[in-house]
């Protein structure tokens, strides 16, 4: 498997950029950093005048081959999906008049039903892959459909393409259309089961896919099938994702159904499916009193801007549950979000911070160095693997992006080969490049995509 | 001059789109539209099956060129770009930790003032009129620098590539650093009529580029600058374009520099700057009384939602404006605004209309058909030019763009070439190919552009 086979040991020579913490950006302009067979980073040197001088200090680095970065780029780390449904990927960009509850009747159940095809299954999940490694995701946590053999073949491609993947076959056994819907308890259990026994046994290391149990959201799972998922997700040790809080009528309809429950972070927290693994997307209308909860189980937050301004469900205040101690990773939910970039997720998270503030004061802004942060190691921590990922350190693997930005000659076009629409003239900062890709990248300037070494996506 | 010598006869078959309405869009599949020797359109035909049977209808168009385009695109307005500052391309992306009057002091003016150097100059505006053509703009209103040898430029440059243009020569005589302000208003005068006349001199047609009397806004410009430029806008029968009510302390700043001004509204009606053809950019913040007197005078508006939303200027109440009777456009505000497409200002657009409807219900909200309009038919009203481009009619000019969109192959890649980010999957009905361009499309969508016929980009 090529993502378990030894690589050759590789020196990444020239500007890297990765965060210090929530508010600060390290950008070392002349870095080496060595990664060895396995994909693990094995030294960091900063100030590096000439790559050959690393190379000698380190006498078994001396065959390794050199990965050379001009001073128009910079390597990043992958970014990370914490939320997305593959299986809405041919829908993106369609909404039409629908806020959430209709826009689930109209658009999504139809179309995650028909991928019980697993020809078309194969065809929108392997352009998904593409699409999400081509924008420099390096993990992924993936909702696929209620089929069990159309979830696995998801797990499939990630193991074979090389992206970190988290990937979830959806329960949903209640108040879902009669020909979209688990036919019972025992059912969701069983092909929960079935998918998280089939992921594990393709990559039994965990390194690349691993199984996540989705019930897809409360109203769409009965308070028996949410029970036994909290079960089987103790007996598993497996991870958790589903939604709260996204629209105000959803959470209405969570209290009309749920009478007897505080609130909506309490039909989660009695079903027993809070926990440290658990991922609960949106997040943008919680009391304190559940964000306490959350806080508590040490369960974390994927926050999804492009989906939430998209949908009308709210700007979802980051800063606050930021300072309440939660852990916030970004998320692309497509097709709810219509870009399957966490790049464009950075920029949304900004306008929607912009927004908040605009009613709660200047505080609620994010910065490019915390939605770089939320996209990186906010988001490693989001999946459970931050110590492997999110950051360049010794120990760490290199899941990485190389960034390379156009610069302008002096007739007005770009050098060489198109780059996409960031222009540089020449007189920018390692700082403003990193605002310059930030406001006006895309994935014409992500060049080559690693992960755990391995190079997994090449312009 | 080619914007000027006849073209070949040409007929563009195959689906196109523009609007109809503000609310409704015009999507003609079958269509064949016929542009004359001066790119003028001839003739539209709908629910052509052949175009062998157009041609044969219209006898003297035997030898018509045909441009085809396939049933992953579609022919579209060319997009009219009502407010940007070409001088302050090179900054894109950069803001810092700025808002509107700080950012203006750290990037803004340091940047116009280098634009004296007229080789600098030609690159930054080489390159940014590339760009605007490349996203499909085919008008836009544009802000230069006070240096007249340099805002000629950008004229020579709009009317070589043959992109239409308002070119604005900046006027600001007071609060202003000492290294960039005009030094009088006697020199305000004499520079704005140097750029108006060598602007008609090159282009005494005005077809392609107009001259336009850009007082900055009113914290720059003195009551006797205004005035006096009012006067010689009367005086030139010349367009007018400045900045209005963007952010709260620039709304505070105004009122306390004209005390006696009943608003900032007022400031610009006391100088007799508030005509049919002044463009307002902006007005994020404007009283009912001041969207009355705006509509009496029958000035337009630029909406920038990107600008806003960036430096948290506000989210202008589009639909209010609207509903009051006034003309609005778009406006990218380049770099206030951090993209030079129309195409992420429609997005950016929707998202302020969402903000809106978060807080005053759903009514706020644009459609993907009302911000098309705003970005077509809205544009030319604003620029004066509604008779001539914005939609597909008889007797109005080819100003069109090609849009193409990827389709996807059974093995999940895209057909062919790469053409951006929009993935066809082959049940996508007319309307839902527009509706995958607006979210998710970008200048790789754009395969050419016209003008008055003439193409004046291709990928």
Redesign the interface.
Do not use: Q
């Given at each position: 498997m090529a993502a378990s086979a030894p690589i050759k040991k590789t020196v990444y020579y020239g500007t890297f950029v990765h965060s210090k913490s929530l508010s600060e950006l390290d950008i070392c302009a002349k870095g080496a950093i060595g990664v060895d067979e396995n994909g693990v980073i094995a030294f960091v040197e900063r100030d590096v005048s000439d790559v050959a001088n690393v190379i000698q200090k380190y006498g078994e680095w001396k065959d390794a081959e050199v990965v050379k970065i001009e001073d128009n780029g910079f390597f990043f780390p992958g970014f990370i999906d914490t939320h997305t449904h593959a299986s809405q990927?041919?829908n993106?960009?369609?909404?039409g008049?629908t806020t959430l509850l209709s826009w689930l009747e109209t658009y999504t159940f139809p179309m995650e039903s028909s991928l019980s095809s697993l020809?078309k299954a194969?065809?929108?999940?392997?352009?998904f892959?593409?699409?999400t490694l081509s924008h420099g995701t390096t993990t992924c946590a993936y909702y696929a459909t209620i089929h069990v053999p159309s979830t696995n073949l998801l797990a499939d491609i990630c193991l074979k393409r090389g992206q970190r993947a988290l990937v979830g076959r959806v329960c949903m056994d209640t108040m879902s259309p009669d020909y979209y819907r688990d036919a019972s308890v025992e059912a969701v259990i069983k092909d929960s089961k079935a998918s998280i026994d089939y992921i594990r046994s393709i990559d039994p290391s965990g390194f690349i896919v691993k199984p996540i149990l989705t019930p897809r959201f409360a109203p769409s799972c009965t308070a028996s099938c949410m029970s036994a998922l909290g079960a089987l997700a103790k007996q598993t040790d497996a991870h958790i994702q589903t939604h709260i809080s996204e629209n105000k009528s959803e959470i209405a309809l969570v209290k009309s159904l749920f009478p007897d429950s505080q609130s909506y972070t309490h039909v989660y927290d009695s079903a027993d499916l809070l926990t440290p693994k658990t991922i609960l997307a949106h997040a943008v209308h919680l009391t304190h009193a559940e964000v306490k909860i959350i806080k508590e189980r040490g369960t974390k937050i994927s926050h999804c801007p492009a989906s939430n301004?998209?949908l009308?469900s709210?700007?979802a205040p980051v800063r606050e549950l930021l300072n309440a101690g939660l852990t916030v990773g970004l998320g692309t939910d497509v097709s709810g979000g219509?870009?399957?970039?966490i790049l464009e997720e950075c920029?949304q998270a900004?306008?929607v911070s912009?927004?908040r503030?605009?009613h709660d004061g200047?505080e609620a802004?994010l910065?490019t160095e915390e939605v770089l942060y939320l996209a990186t190691r906010g988001g490693a921590q989001v999946v459970g693997m931050e110590d492997k990922v999110g950051g360049f350190e010794v120990g760490m693997e290199w899941d990485a992006q190389m960034i390379c930005l156009g610069r302008?000659?002096?007739?007005?076009?770009q050098e060489g080969r198109f780059a996409g629409?960031?222009?540089l003239?020449g007189?920018e900062t390692p700082e403003?490049k990193v605002?310059?890709?930030?406001?006006?990248g895309?994935?014409r300037n992500t060049e080559r995509v690693w992960v755990r070494g391995r190079l997994v996506h090449k312009r």
């Open positions: 990927h041919a993106t960009g369609l909404f008049k020809s194969s065809t929108v999940y392997s352009n892959v593409s699409r301004t998209a009308t709210g700007c219509f870009s399957p970039s920029r900004i306008w912009r927004f503030a605009m200047d802004k910065s302008v000659k002096k007739e007005g076009e629409n960031v222009d003239f007189f403003d605002n310059k890709w930030v406001y006006g895309d994935d």
